[in-house]
């Protein structure tokens, strides 16, 4: 059974958590980044789950959330290393607060896509299989770079 839910309070859904995520990835202090960045996933998560009428399970939904960082820009260090550059004092903290932002948004509009097919297709957050759906999520990071410089307060852009 699936749930109906209006594509605008999805898209208002994901539009506020990719906006939450970005300030996150402002965050200067390393690895702080990627702990709100996880925080504002399981939150966006539980909100869907909840839309859709799916059970939420908080530790199968982190594993889903690391797999999908794992994934991005094909390896799991590049979350790392821009959470460690802001280590670096100023020059450091500058290049991570221009590119760690996009890149948390980006991680957080593929996330919210994905969970969203899936949800829409019946699934449920423990039959979600993140290598199944590692491609998919690669082509909605993609999408959400593009997104998260296009993202506009109030809409989404182009949508």
Request: hydrophobic share 45%; net charge positive.
């Amino acid at each position: 059974m699936t749930t109906e839910v209006s594509q605008k309070e999805l898209d208002e859904i994901l539009r506020n958590h990719v906006w939450a995520s970005m300030g996150v990835g402002m965050i200067p202090v390393p690895v702080a980044d990627i702990a709100g960045l996880m925080g504002v996933q399981l939150a966006m998560i539980k909100k869907l789950a909840g839309l859709f009428q799916v059970e939420f399970f908080k530790e199968a939904a982190e594993k889903i959330i690391i797999s999908f960082l794992g994934y991005s820009l094909f390896s799991g260090m590049i979350p790392i290393a821009l959470s460690a550059i802001k280590a670096i004092p100023f020059i450091g903290q500058t290049i991570g607060s221009i590119i760690s932002p996009a890149f948390c948004g980006a991680s957080t509009y593929a996330t919210g896509k994905v969970l969203i097919f899936h949800f829409q297709t019946g699934g449920a957050i423990l039959s979600l299989d993140p290598k199944k759906m590692k491609e998919h999520y690669r082509q909605m990071f993609k999408e959400g770079r593009k997104f998260s410089k296009e993202i506009k307060p109030g809409g989404i852009s182009g949508k």
